[in-house]
């Protein structure tokens, strides 16, 4: 079996994410309530377990000394986004405001994906030992295997 690589694995699902909330909002209008609806929740339940996936990764590095404060932002991110998504499933699909949300939510994303691909992850692999890396990769083998 070959070796997961952690953040090419991470990246490829936060731009298949913010690929999927951005074709979402775009289609706001031409696709069936339902549709919107049920693309927007895998969406959601998508982004929870990316950010679940992520908090392992930064949990298992235990050498963060200089990271506290990208750390920090990524938490930030996190947590700003996790909370657009709650407001978002507390309004109705076809109410005013929902689909400026989802654009919203959509655009928080990427900027995170961003902030992942160009710092957080490159500083965290400098940081990583080959063995904390082999323990995520085999975490999220386990859970690519189960789901």
């Known amino acids: 079996m070959t070796k997961m690589d952690v953040f090419e694995f991470l990246l490829t699902n936060e731009a298949h994410l913010a690929h999927r909330l951005s074709n979402t ?5 031409d696709w069936t309530v339902d549709r919107v609806f049920e693309e927007t929740k895998r969406v959601l339940d998508g ?3 990316n950010f679940k996936k992520e908090a392992a990764l930064i949990n298992t590095i235990h050498n963060i000394e200089g990271m506290e404060e990208v750390i920090e932002e990524a938490a930030r991110h996190r947590r700003d986004i ?3 998504a709650d407001n978002l499933c507390m309004i109705h699909i076809d109410e005013p405001g929902f689909e400026q949300g989802l654009e919203s939510l959509a655009s928080r994303f990427e900027r995170h994906r961003e ?8 500083m965290l692999q400098e940081h990583a030992s080959p063995e904390e890396l082999q323990r995520v990769a085999d975490q999220l083998d386990a ?3 189960d789901g």
């Open 25 to 29: 909002a775009s289609h706001y209008s």
């Open 47 to 49: 982004l929870r377990c």
């Open 115 to 122: 902030f992942c691909e160009n710092t957080l992850f490159p």
């Open 143 to 145: 859970v690519v295997l």
């Open 82 to 84: 996790n909370s657009a």
